[in-house]
């Protein structure tokens, strides 16, 4: 018998150890790893703090935002840089305002809400054009923050265009034809009157017509808009023409054009109508029968 050293022992023993060991170990059974459970039970309680400190973090903001809190803070932060930029020099100081006529600059500078000696910073230039924008005389504003201490605002006001009249009612009509609210038709007597439902909305394209004829248009007075179709123009307070539906502006061109050459809008003419395309008819005051105006067809009838 050879005998064995204690390491050549084991070394030659621990293939056989093995051996015996698998032999004895159940069907799929596994070698248990040294550290498993204490691995795993650490990674839980990483897990679960992370998830835990969430919870706090979210949770306590959303308690805190509905309670209000962050909100005053930040508004408390806000005011106090923006009182720290007045301290620095950036405080309103004056208010420039361009194209003002018919609006009190009282009320532009309500309208506006500001005081000399706030922050300029905290003063809102969009939201101050939005609400001009509402006043009644005011078609369109810019206004801009000019530092360290101005602010600038530009109007453009409506334009007064003529009265309309419908259904009882006068209102003052700009030259877009929309009614201008808050305005007294009496203040402006010496406006075109148009009478008839859609009548300010064709009011400019008639105006521009009209003044074609500066000296005609002088004595117009009055324009209806009749059936949604056609004008009829009240001259002196006591003349009607009656344009016709289509080309009305070389209608009146020629009557301005027989007016110069034969004076046919005299003292005893009541209507003068120019719906017919090839002939002027008068009507005279004394005369029911209509006779034609000399220079427009030939001879008078």
Known sequence: MRLLTPLAWWQGDKPRTKARRAATRRPGARKPKRGMRIADTRWLWQRGGIVLAAVLVFGGTGWLWSNGWIQRSLERTELALLAATADAGLELDDVLVEGRKRTERSVVLETLGVVRGQPILAFDPHAAKARLERLPWIRGATVERRLPDVIHVRLVERQPLARWQNQGRIAVIDRRGEVIPGADPKSFARLLVVVGEGAA????????????????????????????????????????????????????????????????????VAVVDLRLPDRLVVRTTSEAAPKRAPGRGGEET
Not at 225 to 231: E, F, I, L, N
Not at 234 to 261: K, M, T
């Open 201 to 268: 909305d064709r009011t400019p394209d008639l105006l521009a017509m009209l003044n074609g004829e500066p000296e005609l248009r002088s004595r117009v007075s009055a324009a209806v808009w009749v059936r949604g179709r056609r004008w009829n123009l009240r001259l002196d307070d006591s003349i009607d023409v009656r344009l016709p539906e289509q080309n009305p502006g070389a209608a009146w061109a020629e009557l301005a054009r027989a007016q110069r050459e034969h004076g046919v809008l005299r003292r005893d």
